[in-house]
């Protein structure tokens, strides 16, 4: 099992033992101990990971770190723990923010189990930083930052490597911060900004209300814009692809099956943005059992199929999006399918093993 399966699967846990546990305690064992095991760490080695790790800090003597990794002897990350339920963003970070600073620790990671939140000493040397420079959630998490994870894993885990980064990531993390509030409420600067690149008159509070709706229109459109782009963009390159299973006969039919849609009928298909979002999210949950190459969409006037190869007899599954009720089709071992239904996008995500598994039938 690989790092991002090992992290898939703690993620899966979350939601199923999330009632069950209702102690800080309870949550180190269920939640944090595995996390530290998958980045490959020994938990069960005191002289890797070694548990109350003691910090005495002045005249506060006894001091306990909730874990801490080792390496040759000296704490390299330090860990402290609050019960899964604790909102971080209420929790305060001075009992790491005095560890940190009599250990040899670089890194420390405040965590409830679910999100983690890395510190280190980008601003002062030995003073751990007041904001953290990176978060992983379990619940929610990209492809770039389980790439950025995988760097505090045993094996990979390089300071100078992490410092690099580190403080691009705490930046970039800001930066986004400050875009998000601006795009949900824009301040008098952030309009300002706009109205004085297209308003030659003075910035006055009426013309200030009126571009307010407008500014929030504007990248509205301009995001959505460049979405359907790059949809567009990647749909075109998979058709240019040519499969090595695909065998074409005169008749337009492909492996022996029936043949494609006639121009005419091709022309009386519409293939709507959900469409296209839909697929991305059956290619990003195929992607690590086939080659995304090898997942193709085929829309036909009734449904959206998506294939492998793009061999009409190996279908994975289909999209049955012409009506107000959403279905997914999922297609079981004899090739016969089960339309569920579906109210959003997002619900895909629950149907991953069913679409990972047909990937086997034709393997």
């Not at 300071?159 to 930046?171: P, Q, R």
């Not at 301040?187 to 009426?206: C, L, M, P, W, Y």
């Not at 049955?320 to 016969?336: A, C, E, T």
Request: aromatic residues 10%; contains cysteine.
């Amino acid at each position: 099992m690989d790092f991002s399966d090992r992290i898939q699967e703690l993620a899966a846990r979350i939601p199923k033992q999330r009632d069950l546990i209702s102690t800080e305690e309870a949550t180190k064992n269920a939640f944090v101990m595995p996390f530290i095991s998958a980045l490959g760490y020994d938990v069960f080695d005191p002289s890797e990971v070694t548990p109350e790790l003691v910090a005495d800090v002045g005249v506060k003597k006894g001091e306990k770190v909730d874990y801490a990794i080792l390496k040759e002897g000296q704490p390299i990350m330090l860990f402290e723990c609050k019960w899964h339920g604790h909102d971080l963003g209420k929790a305060h970070a001075s009992q790491l923010f005095r560890y940190f600073s009599v250990t040899h620790a670089r890194f420390a990671v405040l965590t409830n189990g679910v999100i983690y939140r890395f510190y280190t000493d980008l601003e002062t040397p030995n003073k751990m930083d007041a904001k953290h420079f990176f978060e992983f959630n379990l619940e929610d998490y990209s492809e770039r930052e389980l790439a950025e994870l995988k760097k505090f894993t045993k094996f990979s885990y390089d300071l100078d490597n992490i410092l690099t980064t580190a403080s691009e990531l705490k930046y970039t993390r800001a930066i986004k911060q400050i875009i998000a509030d601006q795009w949900l409420e824009p301040s008098d600067e952030f309009i300002r900004f706009f109205v004085s690149q297209v308003h030659n008159g003075r910035f006055t509070k009426a013309v200030r209300d009126e571009f307010e709706s407008i500014v929030k229109k504007a990248l509205q459109q301009f995001l959505n814009e460049r979405i359907n782009q790059r949809l567009v963009s990647a749909l075109t390159e998979e058709k240019t692809i040519q499969t090595p299973t695909q065998d074409i006969d005169p008749s337009g039919a492909i492996n022996g099956d029936e043949p494609r849609p006639s121009p005419e009928e091709a022309a009386k298909v519409v293939t709507t943005d959900e469409e296209k979002e839909a697929y991305f999210i059956v290619k990003s949950i195929l992607r690590r059992v086939v080659d995304a190459h090898r997942v193709v969409m085929r829309d036909v006037q009734s449904y959206c199929g998506i294939l492998l190869d793009d061999n009409n007899r190996k279908p994975l599954c289909r999209l049955h999006f012409n009506s107000s009720q959403k279905y997914l089709g999922l297609i079981d071992v004899d090739k016969n399918e089960e339309k569920v239904p579906i109210e959003g996008l997002d619900e895909i995500y629950q149907y991953t093993d069913r679409l990972r598994e047909t990937v086997g039938f034709y393997e």
